[in-house]
């Protein structure tokens, strides 16, 4: 029985039917809910279907890790000419020009899709608070509400930094913070102060359910993996496929540092690196280990990622990857120069680190014989069947990586910047490339990791916003608040026209 649910639980997840009926965004009437959460299996499949719509291909499957958000951060060598490309939504986001048909239906695909997730994660909210006794056990229900909480305040928070206002900048923006369980309903709009207050609620209360109940507390990452050698509900497995306790505590960093408040940010950043289990580190960076395997999404130090079984098939359409079978077609393919991929490793040791060495396909050539490069991110051996889908098919969320960061740019100590600098370039097996002589040092050294650490993950252009750059690296024209700002649809209520 527990082979078949794990099975169930990582790859059923994507054609189940109970999980297909859950998904039809139906209307919401109170014999529906009765019936949907009438037993404990029921919330079971809604909270997968959460994580479902979220790997879905208009939303964290693609478009906010791979396409739409490194092309806002103008990470692609996308061609200079509108006529040159079919990829027009990358070629119009690249540009920051909003008011193409084709930018405002691949804005309103993502907008939809993040509120979709965000109206089914408050349905479990709803009804954990008026069914949740059919989950008998107390510790599960609450798990299943703090994830759901956790959920919504993950999507709300890529709200704020896709349509909010630059922090600090002086264009003001209020946004929808959703708490209701219709996306046809209208929910409160909330200036930059109000919605932040919001985010922080739903983190607190995603921790508060978390505590001591997320069997994170009790066993390891690898053992609740491993579906066998940590003995507790089959549906408590996988937790770095989850909003577990720790993901939630990496969420609430990353919000902390994007709204200012890097001293807090680094406080919950050191707790998640010193957190300890059985006297072993809760999760730590991946190192060699993961790169020799041929783990190049970096298992090992996930807290937070989504399976997608097909991830490389659909990816291999648009990022060839690995696979030299395909032929490089400059109007479809995303890719990047030599010059390019140089410049990102920019100051580190090429001849060493680990992530220049396994992250990336210099074999291709275009129609003028001159080389391009693409990611192999998500291209693995089509032979591999063991751990393909703990290991490779899956999209990273939240990283160990982004944690050192966070702590090395809030710390006020020097002598704690490099103590996490140097255990950081130790595991991209790069030693020896010196540390920082100055706290004033690390902005650079920092934004350049962003982009080299996260390429095809869609954080760069969140970086680039909160930071309010008025360069982005490989962009011809400065960027200004407008261009970090992307309009709500035309769909939706909008305060702030």
């Not at 919401?28 to 979220?54: P, R, V, W």
């Not at 369980?181 to 921790?207: C, H, Q, R, W």
């Amino acid at each position: 029985m527990r082979k078949i649910y794990i099975l169930i639980l990582l790859l059923t997840a994507f054609g189940a039917s109970s999980c297909n009926d859950w998904l039809d965004i139906r209307a919401n009437t109170e014999q529906k809910d009765e019936e949907q959460f009438s037993t404990a299996q029921g919330f079971y499949d809604a909270l997968i279907g959460c994580y479902m719509t979220m790997a879905d291909r208009n939303i964290y499957g693609e478009q906010l890790s791979i396409t739409y958000s490194e092309a806002l951060a103008c990470l692609w060598d996308l061609p200079k000419e509108q006529t040159e490309t079919n990829r027009l939504a990358e070629w119009f986001f690249q540009h920051h020009d909003y008011t193409q048909s084709t930018a405002e239906s691949a804005i309103q695909s993502v907008y939809a899709a993040l509120f979709n997730t965000v109206a089914q994660a408050n349905m479990i909210i709803k009804n954990v608070e008026e069914r949740g006794e059919v989950i008998p056990n107390p510790d599960i229900r609450s798990v299943i509400e703090g994830e759901a909480y956790a959920i919504r305040a993950y999507c709300q928070l890529d709200v704020l930094r896709l349509f909010g206002e630059v922090p600090g900048g002086s264009r003001k923006v209020s946004l929808p913070y959703s708490e209701t369980t219709s996306i046809n309903d209208v929910p409160p709009y909330y200036d930059f102060e109000g919605y932040v207050a919001k985010l922080k609620a739903d983190i607190e209360m995603a921790k508060s359910l978390l505590i001591d109940k997320d069997p994170v507390f009790q066993y390891s990452f690898a053992s609740l993996n491993s579906g066998s050698t940590a003995p507790v509900d089959e549906f408590m497995l996988y937790r770095q496929f989850r909003m577990n306790y720790w993901a939630v505590r990496a969420l609430e960093a990353r919000m902390l540092l994007y709204t200012g408040e890097k001293s807090q940010a680094h406080d919950v950043a050191m707790e998640i690196i010193s957190a300890r289990l059985n006297g072993n580190p809760v999760i730590s960076l991946s190192n060699a280990d993961d790169f020799t395997n041929g783990y190049k999404l970096c298992p090992s130090e996930c807290l937070f990622g989504l399976s997608k079984y097909n991830v490389m098939t659909y990816s291999e359409t648009y990022l060839i990857g690995g696979n030299l079978n395909i032929q490089y077609d400059s109007r479809n393919h995303l890719t990047i120069t030599p010059d390019r991929l140089d410049a990102l490793y920019t100051g580190v040791n090429t001849n060493a680190h680990n992530r220049y060495r396994y992250w990336w396909n210099s074999n291709l050539r275009d129609t003028y014989g001159d080389r391009r490069v693409t990611t192999t991110k998500y291209y693995w051996d089509v032979n591999v069947v063991e751990n393909a889908s703990l290991k490779y098919a899956y999209i990273p969320m939240l990283r160990m990586s982004e944690i050192y960061l966070i702590a090395m740019e809030g710390t006020t100590s020097l002598e704690e910047a490099n103590s996490l600098f140097s255990t950081y370039m130790l595991a991209h097996e790069d030693p020896d490339t010196p540390g920082f002589a100055s706290l004033d040092d690390r902005a650079e050294f920092l934004l350049n990791e962003y982009r080299r650490e996260f390429f095809a993950e869609g954080q760069m252009f969140y970086t680039y916003k909160r930071l309010n750059t008025a360069q982005m690296l490989w962009d011809n024209e400065p960027m200004t608040e407008d261009g970090y700002i992307l309009p709500l649809p035309r769909t939706e209520y909008n305060p702030n026209n």
